[in-house]
């Protein structure tokens, strides 16, 4: 009987024990990955991925997928920048209006999907070319100094950095959206079944414009994270990070299918992905094979989804 719950326990957290693995054989193989600033930096290098995923999250659960949110970080980013340096607005204003236009990309791409019929890979793929262009024109190619209440969200507050702070506060606010919120149970039953779910009352085309209005928020969320670091907006940042929030999702227990995904879950990918890319870099792996390292997890991991619902059924 015990046998059973861990083998059930294991094969439900298999990204946590993955995770649990990688850092015995990465203590064992060197040993600067278990100090205080690795660690640190570890946690810094996963923020961004984090944020973004926990926004990826609410849509893969419900059966979507994102491919707009490094265009759409990028361009929130930018945005508040502009308003700042160009406009004269208040830092905390500018801010506010980055991460409202995150949440308005996003909706536009609910609304297509909802209304349009358009499917999801397509319309987030129109979004991620838009929002890049529209991050551009702005910018006209160059970066544009951010506001100090950006610039904050890179800093360190007591000597603790502040990305890590927003990663915990995003993924709190993910876990209690999808697990205490009539919203986030939505979610799962669309997610689960959309025809069944549109039968049963629930207002489908509204959750669905929120879902990814929620994760155009989080894009733009980590957008600033991500130009408070640099203490500017740069055109091209959050490319391909759309990739890197997926596997983290997926990673940590996300089926692409939907009806399934959870907060920690999200949290547990992220932090892999940074630890894998951390512990080749320890180990003076070469950038390329750690591209080839990267998308031989994300197989493994879509394999054992694909195994899990398999064995489930």
């Known amino acids: 009987m015990t046998k059973n719950r ?18 015995i054989a990465l203590f064992i193989a060197t ?13 810094i290098q996963a923020a961004t991925v984090a944020i973004l995923a926990f926004g990826m999250t609410f849509v893969i659960v419900t059966a979507g997928i994102d491919l707009s949110v490094g265009s759409v970080a990028a361009l929130g ?12 607005l208040p830092g905390w204003l500018t801010l506010l209006i980055g991460l409202f236009v995150g949440a308005l990309a996003g909706a536009i791409c609910g609304m297509a999907t909802a209304w349009g019929k358009i499917p999801s890979f397509i319309a987030t793929l129109a979004m991620m070319s838009i929002a890049r262009g529209i991050t551009l024109v702005i910018s006209q190619g160059s970066p544009i100094e951010t506001a100090p209440t950006v610039n904050a969200f890179g800093g360190d507050v007591f ?8 990663m915990v506060i995003a993924g709190v606010i993910c876990w209690f959206i999808l697990e205490r919120t009539v919203l ?6 669309i997610g689960g079944n959309l025809e069944a779910a549109r039968l049963s009352g629930l207002p489908v085309r509204r959750i669905q414009i929120a879902v990814f209005a929620l994760s155009g928020f989080f894009a733009a969320w ?43 879950g999200t949290l547990v990918g992220a932090i892999l992905l940074a630890v894998i890319r951390n512990g080749l870099n320890l180990l003076n792996v070469s950038s390329f094979w750690q591209q080839i390292v990267i998308g031989l997890v994300i197989a493994l991991a879509v394999g054992f989804d694909v195994f899990r619902n398999k064995t489930a059924n």
Do not use: H
């Open 31 to 43: 040993p600067y990955f278990l100090t205080v600033a690795n660690l640190l930096n570890v946690g």
């Open 6 to 23: 861990i083998a059930n326990w294991a094969m439900n957290n298999g990204a946590l024990v993955g995770l649990i693995a990688l850092c």
């Open 222 to 264: 980590a957008g600033m994270v991500m130009a408070g670091r640099l203490e500017s907006a740069q055109p091209q940042a959050g490319t391909g990070y759309e990739l890197d929030a997926i596997a983290a999702v997926v990673i940590g227990g996300a089926s692409l299918s939907g009806g399934q995904g959870k907060a920690t």
């Open 77 to 88: 980013a930018m945005v508040s920048a502009y308003m700042f340096s160009t406009a004269g």
């Open 184 to 189: 986030g149970r939505s979610m799962y039953a």
């Open 159 to 166: 000597g603790f950095p502040v990305p890590i702070i927003m």
